[in-house]
């Protein structure tokens, strides 16, 4: 099991910029990719983004494309979501998430696979 801790969330306005990140621990190699996921209140946890360690390839929703950006570091076992140009509807709790896949792309936005999460994360975006 690996453990996810996620930092970096806050309030901005409509427009504003943001960038999460999530720093992994303990056994590491349970995970070949990790994602972002978010929650909004009433709302089923969506994926935003994902990243798979080998060759560092990413997926995005659509919702998301264009704005935010998932990245890795190996060395500091951390991935990072920047995200810019923040819209209200992006409000929600943001959660970290590792899991093992053996295809790409492969449900690396469906939450199903992903054993492993963080907490989470608040992101308010005001217009």
């Known amino acids: 099991q690996v453990q996810l801790v996620e930092s970096g969330g806050g309030s901005v306005q409509a427009g504003g910029s943001l960038r999460l990140s999530c720093a992994a621990s303990?056994?590491?190699?349970?995970?070949?990719?990790m994602g972002w996921f978010r929650q909004a209140p009433g709302k089923e946890r969506e994926g935003v983004a994902a990243?798979?360690?080998?060759?560092?390839?990413?997926v995005y929703a659509d919702s998301v494309k264009g704005r935010f950006t998932i990245s890795q570091d190996n060395a500091k076992n951390t991935i990072a979501l920047q995200m810019n140009s923040l819209k209200p509807e992006d409000t929600a709790m943001y959660y970290c998430?590792?899991?093992?896949?053996?295809?790409?792309?492969?449900?690396?936005?469906?939450?199903?696979?992903?054993?492993?999460w963080g907490q989470g994360t608040q992101v308010t975006v005001s217009s």
């Open positions: 990243i798979c360690t080998i060759l560092g390839r990413t």
């Open positions: 303990g056994n590491t190699a349970s995970g070949n990719c």
């Open positions: 998430a590792a899991g093992v896949f053996s295809l790409f792309p492969s449900g690396q936005l469906q939450r199903a696979t992903y054993k492993s």
